[in-house]
């Protein structure tokens, strides 16, 4: 967000264990490519990417708060995120939402003389396995007195249920999942003190013991009597505020936390955080936590393997933008984006979107003024996004939503369709309906949530309805999603990278928590296949340090890869 901008609009280690799998047929039909002029005319082995707004079909009627008669700060603005994850372990991604609320009137320029009963509060759906939903937020105990901002979701104790960590202003509160459909708030118990406005989040096991320890990043000193800007800007922007310190907390293994903020050195920068994800990005091994910041200078924490970070954006190329500016920067995701077998970054801002290049020498070149995608996105603000191969014919997609920064300004949305080489075409207005209606977005988080093999989408709309984006490409190609399950690593097998070499092709994803803004996607690694019908071998380097292989295994199906003992 900017001050003043101008919107231009397995069980499986076979010693003893077996693969598990849910066997899903591939989409086979085929109709009109979007850009012909760029691809040729549809075959029977083209795809053709589409959505559909899906919400009312999936009974799904979250509207986002933020609290007031009318946005009025930076706190409002800001807006929330959503995170997909299996809480119930019946296989089927389920949805939880966070939601922003009035708080005290003098919190709020324009605060509500009549305030809602009940008050907005964060949603979770539980997947009914029939492209349904149903809101079991009340028996869950997921409805907190919090102005919430951005959702993860990790089995920090290893128990096989997996938990929730809900950051927004004033606090942080970490879940616990009861095995039962209830969560407990267990955040004093746990250790976990977070003051201050508490944004985007991740999880990582970043000393490889284990347990997943939890990073936190923080925004701005937020100061809500702060009256001074001018009418035209709307209200202050997040130059007008002091920067934070984000917070580090290691796992202790026991259900608790150490806060080790300072001892890891990463309380030793000050930023504004908006986004936050982590993955190896210098393929050592060893987790490192990128941190996109609103304004200041990006951050890159490389991971020194001794519990300490040391922080290389700019040694790297990532802290600024294409023209050495301190960028809006919203919602980073890594992705190896041309097959090279090392993970690429890409970041939303409010200009230009950044697509940065893996060079394989601890650094990375931007690419975005030349592949085709920066451009055409100069003239909206970005935030939610996700990079998926959404027709499965074995190259990644990029999808954005945008909207409006310091006003209420809906805009459409975009779709890039992976050419190869990190190479994309605009393939928006082919899309369907659902892209071309103008929203104001703001976190949005990825899932397959009817198990069809192609990736779908939640979109949150700020102080609107969200979008429930059903992926209905036709003409798709095969794929393969892998569910990981740690025993020496952590359960959830965040940090595991997965190889898979299928049809001549070498593809390689990372497990991680928190992508995008403000948000999570669902815990299954989704692969692409094109016309392979088979995946010749998959390598799976776990973060414990052990390497596992598997070969000749079927497609078109979700695998659950166990870590041998």
């Known amino acids: 967000m900017r001050r003043s901008l101008l919107i231009a609009g397995a069980i499986l280690a076979f010693t003893c264990s077996a693969i598990f799998a849910q066997q899903v047929p591939a989409a086979a039909d085929s109709s009109a490519t979007p850009n012909a002029a760029i691809r040729p005319a549809p075959s029977a082995a083209q795809s053709v990417i589409r959505f559909e707004d899906a919400s009312a079909k999936a009974h799904i009627d979250f509207v986002h708060s933020f609290g007031s008669a009318k946005l009025g700060s930076l706190l409002e603005g800001t807006g929330a995120g959503c995170v997909w994850f299996d809480y119930n372990n019946d296989g089927l991604p389920d949805l939880y939402v966070v939601n922003g609320r009035p708080l005290d009137d003098s919190m709020h320029p324009y605060p509500l003389q009549v305030k809602p009963d009940p008050l907005p509060h964060n949603h979770l759906y539980r997947n009914n396995g029939d492209g349904t939903f149903t809101d079991v937020t009340e028996k869950a105990g997921l409805a907190p007195d919090l102005y919430s901002m951005a959702v993860t979701a990790a089995d920090y104790d290893n128990d096989g249920y997996v938990d929730l960590l809900v950051t927004g202003y004033g606090r942080a509160i970490l879940y616990h999942n009861n095995g039962n459909g209830t969560f407990t708030d267990v955040t004093a118990k746990a250790g976990i003190k977070v003051d201050g406005w508490s944004i985007s989040s991740t999880f990582l096991d970043y000393d490889r013991d284990g347990c997943v320890d939890i990073f936190i990043g923080r925004y701005v ?65 060893w987790d490192d936590i990128y941190v996109a910041n609103d304004r200041t200078e990006n951050f890159l924490f490389r991971n020194k393997h001794d519990g300490t970070f040391e922080e290389v954006g700019n040694d790297t190329g990532t802290a600024f933008g294409q023209n050495g500016e301190s960028t809006s920067s919203m919602g980073p995701v890594f992705a190896d984006f041309d097959g090279r077998g090392s993970l690429d970054l890409w970041v939303t801002d409010g200009h230009y979107n950044r697509l940065l290049r893996n060079t394989g020498k601890q650094g990375f070149d931007d690419i975005g003024a030349t592949n085709g995608v920066s451009q055409a996105n100069a003239q909206y603000v970005s935030w939610g996004t996700g990079v998926y191969d959404f027709d499965n014919d074995g190259y990644l997609d990029i999808l954005i939503f945008h909207g409006g920064l310091i006003h209420l300004i809906p805009q459409e949305h975009t779709l890039f369709r992976g050419l190869g080489d990190g190479k994309f075409e605009d393939a928006s207005r082919e899309a369907g309906p659902v892209l071309n209606k103008r929203t104001v977005a703001r976190g949005a988080c990825f899932a397959d949530y009817d198990n069809d093999g192609k990736v779908d989408a939640f979109l949150v709309n700020l102080g609107d309805k969200a979008t429930l984006l059903h992926n209905t490409s036709t003409g798709t190609g095969h794929w393969l999603a892998i569910k990981m399950h740690g025993t020496k690593s952590n359960r959830d097998g965040i940090g595991a990278k997965v190889e898979v070499d299928a049809g001549g092709r070498h593809y390689i994803e990372e497990r991680v928590a928190g992508s995008g803004y403000l948000s999570q996607n669902d815990d299954h690694l989704h692969f692409g296949l094109g016309s392979a019908s088979i995946a010749e071998k998959i390598i799976v380097h776990w973060p414990s340090g052990r390497e596992q292989t598997l070969a000749n295994q079927p497609v078109d199906r979700v695998l659950t890869v166990v870590e041998p003992q």
């Open 221 to 285: 000193k937020f100061d809500p009597k702060y009256r001074a800007y001018y009418a035209a800007d709307n209200y202050p922007g997040p130059l007008d505020y002091a920067g934070e310190t984000n917070r580090l907390y290691h796992n202790n293994c026991d259900g608790t936390f150490t806060d080790v903020t300072d001892k890891s050195g990463i309380g030793a920068y000050v930023g504004r955080t908006m986004g936050v994800t982590a993955a190896d990005f210098d393929g050592d091994g």
